[in-house]
């Protein structure tokens, strides 16, 4: 029987720059003309906005917002340090990075071997290290564990795609990279083999607006939907089932931020639907699992909560599991895109 430890966290890019341009996806909101001019001024945004924006317009709100994820993050690696295992599943998205207009899987299972990752060659700012434009990471992937995950999946009647090796993107998508940047913010090394599972969630918007952030009216027809919630949530069953039968010990990881603001057409995409985030946020602390598998896409979409489909696998393995939350914490934000959830679990 392997041991399972359950835990997720966010990959935001803006974390990724300084501090002064984490806010730079609201400011080029506020450029976009459709956008009722009542919108643009402070007054109508929320309390918490305007109270981030207003000391300097978000220099100080970014500086507490960065501390806050990465004191989370520094949990989850020493939770990862001391439980060490054999490779770690993540769920991740894909924003019109690896897969495009020639296939978008529902759920692929990245079965790479190592590779290494480039992550600032085609990063247009500065980065938060300072680190050369060339810098280079190895990435260990484990072929073994995600063939036998897709096996048993298949057998499980979960007709997830694999792939042996990249096809658009020249190494991991940055749900996956950014988030191992972020669990080494240190720089003191990260080898745990990674099994990538990439999860459909930008559905409608992957490849109409690139699975990424679109000025208001010119939306292109939209795609198919994303997988429902509950197939996410049944595909985190399957996956724990099956590393809980195995011999290994494995670490099950949901990568993203929850609300997007590019993705809440009712806040003309300039801040995430916090409000939302907090109901799914108390029924993930108090194991509430009926409330996330009885999401439906159309919520999700309402409330820019796209990305939440990776949560929904690791809830749906988490009740499959039986474990809970043991530390938690939920960083508010509306400047910065999005709500970040970093959750921790005791190793079941
Ligand atoms: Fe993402």
Redesign the pocket.
Known sequence: MGEVLCMGLT?YPGLLRADEEMSVLLRRRLEDPAVPEEWRQPQRWPVGMQDEWARDGGGVAAAQHRAAVLDGVDRLRAALDTFQPDFIVMWG?D?YENFRDDVIPAFCVLAYDDLEAKPWEAFPYANYWHEPTDATFKVRGSRQAATHIVSQLLADEFDVAYAYKPLHHPSLP??FLNALLLLDHGRSGFDVPLVPITVNCYGRRVISSKGNPAPLGLQAPFDPTSPSPRRCFDLGRATARIVRDSPWRVALVAS?SWSHAFLTDKHYRLFPDVASDRVLYQALVDGDWRVWRDLTLEAVENSGQQ?ILNWACLAGAMEELGASVDWSSFIETYLFNSTKVIALCQPV
Do not use: V
């Open positions: 990959h998205d924003q940055h749900s993203s990305e």
